[in-house]
């Protein structure tokens, strides 16, 4: 029989352990070992099945044994301790409150997923992970922002794989109350819900669930709620899971919807509304229309904006993060379909042409029937930015048509490097000999320099310590995915003996992506099989990832993949998992002695996998793309060379690949193997068993401790998501908001003159020329050191002199006659020569040999303006 209704009992706890219940639905204990352990103490075999989730696992606890917890006085006092821990991680002030009052007070991250915990599957990669540990660093640091996002239904899919090694996904519906998350109520009991209008005549309704990541809310729309039709109530179904309508709304609730979300919770809770939008990737975009729409509309704003208003307005405090290297991986809709939507109401007062213009491909090369989401999200944004330095190179160049006549490097999107959140991805038996010798907030400062101290010896014990349990693991994981595929467990005894913790391990884990290489070890499959089972310097490899569901080219390389993995020759030397996910990376990452990374440079973002190898002591393996590309010493890991440009496909695969295979035969292999005796400096090939002894000493590999030693104390805190939310808030979050507040300062006073003074610009500008350039004092045979006047006459089309900025740039001049090196200098102007000319002038020092070049170039210049290129404007001499 099939139940027709269903609902979730809470568990009561009795008073003296009542707290308990603020320490499962806090997601602080995904990061906090001494939380973890607490519930794990209570009953271990509860806790294992719950999968280490505290909400199931007090739902799972009888209540006559949580009333035989309550009455043990021990464990009373733990509970009592863990909550004052917790009360005093909430209030404590911390590094943000230190910041003074130019820092926002409360800041908006917008994100269409979050890894936090494995409790609460809401992320599919990268993206996500990167934005939960957003939110834990934010947390930690004191930082006041508060997340959005949606409740997807189902999550992300769960992967399993056929007999046939093709991927199969199951999606498992979630129900909310058996999560960590809290339903945001009325004052009157009734669920808060945001509404948006629908086509013909529908509309789509969503509750708000709120999650605690420490001290950061973080709000989900969830729309399988009564109220809408059976189509609405699928909108949140699953994540990534749908395209066209689909795809759309979901993206229109998550940025129209998420901002009238956040205007209930502020409602609700007397809280501080947000001064700074952080859109995390396009997905969101829509975060500014509904705030434009809120400043134009009396309802909402006493005194209504404009359109140019409320734009101007809104950008001064939005920032906009893209974290894709190419157009393909952006959400593009044709135009017509968001007419459609925005016809049925979403934006009442909003012109409906200046909403698709935001998102026009009016550039050469663009499509004219298409919206851009990552095109709005750059107009919708003051402030811009990539997510490593290679990626704001690539971004810029990727965008530069929105910004013409400008060089790639003017373009206004700067960069800021991922991080990872160090407390959730560091092992624990890490932290706790970096606890134990140096005190419990080491691995929280900037230096990590104290590793120097640790022996080597207990460096590579715990190495050994850290492979053997991620053996335990793999063999546990393999064994149930193979039953998954159909096996018996009379044909499972060799599972039991795969992989050796003796022996050099490899990891390999991420989305799986065409352009990711996840076979490209595979190019030549003879050379990695004597790779595996090299006698002296035997390798093993540890392998998992997903592909999207519609993605047949990333699914046909997991077969491949997989089916080499199968081979009996080889298959206690290589593995792929299935289902990647947050668990099993707990294991993964401190396990392996090198994570390997082979990407199409420079289509890699970021690539944080290869950090929280870093931060556990593991090498990186690593085309030279993303974080990689930046912070790559020589002796934190190896950089596998990339292939020259043009080179066809086949080739440039064959290249790198050999470049792979060379590098671990004869370079990471050796040196992981080679040992210098504990007492002695004899080097000696230790062998596939690990380490050997002579005269009872136990032989080390001295250098290749040596660099886990270098990389966790040079590459720790450079790859912490302090770090990195640290240069969010300096760099972007902090102007955002001051420029913001000077935006809506005396009703809006700077935002409505800015309009004015833009559209008077953008009228003026096709007028404005630089009719003739001079230069006084240039010798026959000029020499560095020599002063130059330039002189540029200009005719500015009505605009005032105060209106622009007249720039020269030299430096040295090439055979086409472009300029590279260059310096600029600001002309002054100098004389008013009627009729709206005017002479600028100022000089310049030749500063090199050679080949030496100038030139000219007006650009639109206000106080208001986050950069020269904002307007994207320019005109060259």
């Not at 004191?142 to 090694?165: C, E, H, M």
């Not at 009719?771 to 050191?785: A, F, M, N, R, Y």
Request: with cysteine.
């Amino acid at each position: 029989m099939k139940a027709i209704r269903r609902f979730t009992v809470r568990t009561v706890l009795p008073e003296p352990i009542s707290a308990l219940a603020a320490l499962a639905t806090n997601l602080r204990w995904s990061w906090h070992l001494p939380t973890r352990e607490l519930f794990a103490s209570l009953n271990p075999r509860i806790w294992k099945e719950s999968k280490h989730d505290p909400v199931t696992f007090l739902g799972s606890v009888g209540r006559e044994e949580l009333q035989q917890l309550a009455a043990n006085p021990a464990v009373v006092a733990r509970v009592q301790h863990a909550d004052e821990d917790l009360r005093h991680y909430l209030s404590k002030p911390r590094w943000y409150q230190g910041l003074g009052d130019s820092a926002p007070k409360c800041i908006a991250y917008f994100s269409p997923e979050f890894g936090i915990a494995e409790a609460l599957p809401q992320y599919s990669g990268g993206l996500g992970i990167l934005a939960g540990d957003h939110l834990k660093a934010a947390s930690d640091l004191g930082v006041p922002l508060i997340g959005v996002g949606l409740l997807y239904q189902a999550g992300y899919f769960k992967q399993s794989l056929s007999r046939d090694a093709w991927q199969q996904e199951t999606y498992p519906l979630l129900d909310p109350d058996n999560l960590p998350l809290t339903l945001l109520r009325e004052a009157d009991g009734t669920p808060a819900q945001v509404r948006l209008p629908l086509p013909e005549g529908r509309q789509l309704l969503a509750s708000i669930w709120r999650a605690d990541v420490g001290r950061i809310p973080l709000l989900l729309l969830d729309s399988n709620v009564h109220g809408n039709d059976d189509a609405a109530r699928t909108i949140t179904d699953r994540l990534y899971g749908g395209g066209g309508d689909h795809r759309l709304q979901q993206e229109l609730l998550l940025g129209m919807g998420g901002v009238k979300a956040l205007r209930i919770y502020t409602r609700l809770t007397g809280g501080i509304a947000p001064e700074v939008f952080h859109t995390n990737e396009g997905h969101a975009g829509f975060l500014g229309i509904e705030r434009i729409r809120e400043l134009m509309d009396p309802a909402v704003t006493a005194e209504p904006l404009s359109w140019d208003e409320a734009l101007t307005a809104g950008r001064a405090s939005t920032v906009f993060t893209t974290h894709t290297p190419v157009p393909a991986g952006i959400d593009r809709f044709p135009a017509s379909q968001i007419r459609h939507f925005f016809g049925a109401g979403l934006a009442p007062g909003v012109p409906l042409d200046k909403v698709l213009a935001l998102g026009a491909e009016d550039y050469d090369d663009g499509d004219p029937f298409v919206f851009n989401m990552a095109v709005m999200g750059l107009r919708l944004a003051q402030r811009a930015n990539g997510v490593a330095k290679l990626h704001g190179v690539v971004s810029r160049g990727m965008f530069a048509k929105l910004w013409p006549g400008f060089e790639h490097s003017e373009v206004p999107i700067t960069s800021v490097t991922n991080g990872v959140h160090v407390p959730t991805w560091v092992d624990p038996q890490l932290s706790a000999l970096a606890a134990e010798r140096f005190g419990p907030q080491v691995l929280d400062g900037p230096d990590w320099g104290k590793v120097y101290d640790v022996s080597d010896a207990d460096v590579w014990a715990l190495r050994r310590t850290l492979r053997s349990a991620l053996v335990k693991d793999v063999r546990r994981r393999l064994r149930a995915a193979w039953k998954k595929r159909g096996a018996a467990d009379a044909e499972l005894a060799w599972t039991d003996n795969v992989l050796d913790p003796n022996v050099l391990t490899i990891g390999f884990a991420r989305r799986v992506p065409t352009y990711k290489r996840l076979t490209l070890m595979l190019r030549d499959p003879a050379r990695l099989k004597a790779l595996l089972l090299n006698e002296q310097h035997p390798i093993q490899l540890v392998i998992a990832g997903k592909s999207h569901p519609a993605d047949d080219a990333g699914k046909a390389m997991i077969q491949e993949l997989v089916r080499f993995t199968d081979d009996p020759a080889v298959r206690h030397r290589i593995v792929f998992l299935p289902n990647y996910d947050i668990a099993m990376a707990r294991t993964l990452f401190p396990g392996c002695d090198v994570w390997l990374n082979n990407p199409l440079r420079p289509l890699e973002a970021c690539g944080t996998s290869g950090m929280k190898a870093a931060i556990n002591g593991s090498l990186n393996l690593s085309v030279m793309d993303g974080w990689w590309d930046e912070l790559y010493d020589g002796e934190n890991g190896w950089a596998i060379p990339t292939a020259n440009i043009g080179t066809s496909s086949e080739e440039r695969d064959d290249i790198e690949a050999g470049a792979l295979y060379e590098l671990l035969e004869n370079q990471v292999a050796p040196r992981f193997y080679g040992s210098t005796a504990v007492h002695g400096s004899v080097a000696i090939g230790a062998g596939a068993a690990g380490p050997s002894r002579a005269g009872g000493e136990e032989l080390l590999p001295t250098h290749w401790i040596s660099m886990i030693k270098h990389t966790l104390a040079k590459l720790g805190p450079a790859v912490s998501a302090e770090r990195m939310v640290q240069d969010y808030v300096n760099r972007l979050y902090e102007p955002a908001a001051i420029s913001g507040r000077a935006a809506r300062a005396d009703d809006y006073a700077q935002a409505k003159s800015l309009a004015v003074w833009v559209a008077r610009v953008r009228e003026a500008w096709p007028q404005l020329t630089v009719e003739h350039v001079d230069s006084l004092g240039v010798k026959t045979e000029p020499q560095i050191g020599d002063t130059i006047t330039v002189q540029a006459y200009v005719t500015l089309g009505g605009l005032q002199p105060a209106d622009v900025s007249v720039e020269t740039a030299y430096g040295k001049a090439l055979d086409n006659d472009q300029l590279s090196d260059t310096t600029i200098a600001v002309l002054d102007w100098s004389e008013d020569l009627g009729q709206g000319r005017y002479l600028f002038s100022g000089d310049i020092v030749v500063d090199r040999s050679g080949s030496f070049g100038y030139t000219v170039r007006v650009l639109p210049n206000h106080g208001a303006l986050a950069s020269k290129a904002e307007l994207g404007l320019i005109a060259n001499a």
